[in-house]
T-cell receptor
């Protein structure tokens, strides 16, 4: 997938460390948020989602935190692995579905050995 | 694991020509979408499709664009007269309830 962006913020993390990727959203009416991972040559892959009535949700090695007060979303990846290297996008929606998602600009995660 | 498949993976077309991008959504999904990603930019919503009709579309999705579900499996995006600025990755996605599954994308290059 062509998520290769000349101006993507990049986060470099050593293998085994925890990663935190941040996202600011603009629409206070958004009530559904998703993190996607996009590897080179592939489409966005769902990682985890959260609704606005929650402030934290955990998955396997991933945690999403939502702060509605400051309209901030973060993705925490525990024990980062080389396979986690990708571009990560947050996406938001106002009707709680996957329709008409508004994607953020993305953050490139580079895992170093 | 079921997946959304898109063909072709890469399409080169001359400006002004019509292109059809094809998608086979996951079989029991009910909602279908097209998104695009211009190189170096965000993924942008184009259109959503449910119950054999467009449920929502963005301002990008003008009269040059159309979608169709001609049979029970395929979901197509047609661009009638391509422009240079239509060059992008086009992603199809399908969804049963809330989680959208994306295809690998079709890279459209308009020359």
């Amino acid at each position: 997938g062509e998520s290769v962006g000349l101006h993507l913020p990049t986060l470099s993390v050593q293998e085994g460390d925890n990663s935190i990727i941040n996202c600011a959203y603009s629409n206070s009416a958004s009530d559904y948020f998703i993190w996607y991972k996009q590897e080179s040559g592939k489409g966005p892959q769902f990682i985890i989602d959260i609704r606005s009535n929650m402030d934290k949700r955990q998955g396997q090695r991933v945690t999403v935190l939502l702060n509605k007060t400051v309209k901030h979303l973060s993705l925490q990846i525990a024990a980062t692995q080389p396979g986690d290297s990708a571009v990560y996008f947050c996406a938001e929606n106002i009707d709680g579905t996957a329709s008409k998602l508004t994607f953020g600009t993305g953050t490139r995660l580079q895992v170093t050995l | 694991e079921p997946e959304v498949t898109q063909t072709p993976s890469h399409q080169v077309t001359q400006m002004g020509q019509e292109v059809i991008l094809r998608c086979v959504p996951i079989s029991n999904h009910l909602y279908f979408y097209w998104y695009r990603q211009i190189l170096g930019q965000k993924v942008e919503f184009l259109v959503s499709f449910y119950n054999n009709e467009i449920s929502e579309k963005s301002e990008i999705f003008d009269d040059q664009f159309s979608v169709e579900r001609p049979d029970g499996s395929n979901f197509t995006l047609k661009i009638r007269s391509t422009k240079l600025e239509d060059s992008a990755m086009y992603f199809c996605a399908s969804c049963q309830y809330t989680e959208a599954f994306f295809g690998q994308g079709t890279r459209l290059t308009v020359v």
